[in-house]
């Protein structure tokens, strides 16, 4: 079985979000286009509480962008986004939700962070992605979504690790490049791991 993974198709990611991605709208109709080729489509969804960790507005001496310690982590500090239950949380509205047929939120946890799609930064707590996964009969996954260098790289890496034959699908992803070449020194790391690059 082939499942497509969406990652973080969601309003905060998109143009004029909180923590928006270049060009970041364009992945939804790839999504959309791609989901009738696959036996399951799984979506990620960044679901912080408020007041979350990783937002630059809980470290006072700090801002948006810079490198703090979590929980024993090295944290990068984001505008406040993908809050539960506010519409930059939601998916994309252009996005085909009736063929999504399962959703695994990420990043509750209020002391550490998940780029993940499958476990907590820290690799502790399983998301339950793994799990359904397998249940499923999943043996490869293709990934597209938000953001390259962060939930899309991080998803993918874990997926190749637990075995699953993984790919990037290179049109259905955009990046945030936050120090220049974050996007392609995360598509080398995703090769070098072993993971395709279509
Ligand atoms: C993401 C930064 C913070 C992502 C999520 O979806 O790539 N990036 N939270
Ligand atoms: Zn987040």
């Not at 399951?40 to 006072?60: I, K, M, N, R």
């Amino acid at each position: 079985m082939k499942a497509l993974l969406l990652i973080d198709i969601q309003n905060d990611f998109l143009p004029g979000g909180a923590l928006a991605v270049a060009n970041g709208n364009e992945v939804v109709p790839i999504a959309n286009r791609l989901m009738a080729d696959y036996d399951l489509v799984v979506a990620t969804q960044d679901w912080h509480p408020e007041g979350h960790g990783s937002f630059a507005s809980q470290h006072p001496d700090h801002d948006v962008g810079e490198i703090v310690t979590l929980n024993g982590l090295d944290q990068i500090l984001w505008p406040d986004h993908c809050v539960q239950g506010t519409s930059g949380a939601e998916f994309a509205r252009e996005l085909n939700t009736a063929g999504i047929d399962h959703v695994i939120q990420k990043g509750t946890d209020r002391n550490i962070d998940s780029y993940s799609g499958f476990f907590d930064n820290a690799r502790r707590k399983a998301t339950g992605m793994e799990t359904y996964l397998r249940e499923q009969q999943v043996d490869e996954v293709h990934v597209v979504g938000l953001a390259t260098d962060y939930c899309v790289k991080f998803t993918a890496l874990d997926a190749v690790d637990l075995g699953f034959k993984t790919s990037i699908l290179m049109d259905g992803v955009r990046g945030v490049d936050l120090n220049e070449g974050d996007c392609q020194r995360a598509i080398d790391e995703m090769k070098a791991a072993g993971i395709a690059v279509a």
